[in-house]
Every structure is written in C-alpha cells, then in structure tokens.
T-cell receptor, first 113, second 114 residues
C-alpha cells in the first residue's frame, strides 16, 4: 500500500509568481485536504476535496485554489505569491467512511523570495 | 468551531524519564481527538486517536492519551522516553458531525536528553 506522496519536495519562487503543488492520495482514499504550516506553527486548513469538488475551505484568499482528479490525486495552486506564503504545504488523504482520520504526506517546502 | 491549546511549547526531559504533553480543546459539539508527531523535515505521522469508546487510547510505541470530557483535555503521556522520541507533537481536534477540518494546536517540541 502506497502512502501519500507529494511533489516537489522543495521549491523556490519569487514574489508575484504562481506555483502548483501536487499530491497523490493513499490507495483507496477519496478525500484530500491541504494544510499550510508556517515555521513554528501548527498546520492550518486550506481546503478539502471530495469526489473532485471542493468540500470545505479555511480562511485563505481565492488565490489559493485546487483541483482533484478522477484518480483522487490533487493539486494546490497559489497565484500572486507573497512572502508570507513561505511555508510547508501538507496534503492529507482519508478513506470513505473514515474521513475524520487523515494521513499526511511529507510536504512541499515553499520559499518565496 | 473548535480550538486547541497546547500548554507547553517546549518540554525537555531526560532519557527513560516519564513525560506528559498537555492538550486542551474547545468545541460546541462532540469531538474526535488526535495526536500527530512530526520529525525534523518530515510530514505528520498519526500517533493515536480517540473516536469513541474507551477514553484511554494507546499507540504501538508506548504513548497513551486519555480523553477527559469534563476537563476538555487529551493529554499525551509516555512512562519512559527514548532519544528517538525527540520530535514536535501536535494535538488536533475535529467535530464528529461530518466533514469538518482538523484544527491543530501550535505544537510541543519534546527534546529527550541523554
């Protein structure tokens, strides 16, 4: 059984650019959630996707957007990057009927200069 | 809405000593509770969870946590820590009524000293 994977592992961008982060969910999982973890903080919920539709959103601006594909993999897109977007971005997946228990990937560390 | 308070940002402890990492939560609905561990430069690993049933839950590596509804707490304990337990520990809560996101505390850094 393959766990949650994310790519890339690290990324450096400049202010104003756009970035796409990718996540493959654990086998059999159909729900994907994205979190932002700033340095020294706990993860903050960005949004969740279920059956290719957004199924909940945290307090993040619209320039944070996402997609979920038929194979349940997912993308997080961030437009007009700001310095404060520098963080570890974590993807988590959960299984049908057990959506409260989320399994996390290793994360993508984004640095915005 | 839910919130989590982890009362200690850092906990240093000597190897083979016991440890308790404190977690209190706030919620207007019934909850599920979780502890996750994060090793340096890694993602989060699920350590243990309380969904229902016995209020004392245990992990495979010797940690345990007890759900106390009256005190709205879910403290994490281990009777004897190892160097390899050095990591950041996060308490998280979610409502049990449906698709609500995990709300995390700010984390407690456990440093085990040889």
């Amino acid at each position: 059984e393959t766990g949650v994977t994310q790519s890339p592992t690290h990324l450096i961008k400049t202010r104003g650019q756009q970035v796409t982060l990718r996540c493959s969910s654990q086998s059999g999982h159909n729900t994907v959630s994205w979190y932002q973890q700033a340095l020294g903080q706990g993860p903050q919920f960005i949004f969740q996707y279920y059956r290719e539709e957004e199924n909940g959103r945290g307090n993040f601006p619209p320039r944070f957007s996402g997609l979920q594909f038929p194979n349940y993999s997912s993308e997080l897109n961030v437009n007009a990057l700001e310095l404060d977007d520098s963080a570890l971005y974590l993807c988590a997946s959960s299984s049908p009927g057990r959506q409260e228990t989320q399994y996390f990937g290793p994360g993508t560390r984004l640095l915005v200069l | 809405a839910q919130s989590v308070t982890q009362l200690d940002s850092q906990v240093p402890v000597f190897e083979e000593a016991p440890v308790e990492l404190r977690c209190n939560y706030s919620s207007s609905v019934s909850v599920y509770l979780f502890w996750y561990v994060q090793y340096p430069n890694q993602g989060l690993q699920l350590l243990l969870k309380y969904l229902s049933g016995s209020t004392l839950v245990k992990s495979i590596n010797g940690f345990e946590a007890e759900f106390n509804k009256s005190q709205t707490s879910f403290h994490l304990r281990k009777p004897s820590v190892h160097i390899s337990d050095t990591a950041e520990y996060f308490c998280a809560v979610t409502g049990n009524s449906g698709n609500t996101p995990l709300v995390f505390g700010k984390g407690t850094r456990l440093s085990v000293i040889a």
